[in-house]
């Protein structure tokens, strides 16, 4: 079974679903462990920016790449 060798390729609308997803568990998490997370604001907060501004490159970097 090859499950994770298949490629397969997603329209933006349908990657909406996917993100929606993803971030109403998140919600829900953060919801239910509210005092926790609190205590790592500042840990949470670097991860997101450093995975923000990773992100941004990648995709500057595969616009570039596409012309």
């Known amino acids: ?18 993100k929606l997803c ?3 568990i998140y919600v829900l998490i953060g ?4 005092d926790f997370f609190l ?5 949470f907060t670097a991860i997101f920016v450093v995975t923000v501004i990773w ?9 570039r790449s596409a012309k």
């Open 55 to 63: 992100t941004v490159s990648l995709w500057l970097k595969k616009m």
């Open 39 to 43: 205590q790592y604001r500042i840990v």
């Open 22 to 24: 993803i971030a109403s």
């Open 31 to 34: 919801a239910y462990f509210r």
């Open 1 to 18: 079974m090859n499950f994770f060798t298949k490629e397969t390729s997603w329209s933006n609308a349908e990657f909406i679903v996917f």
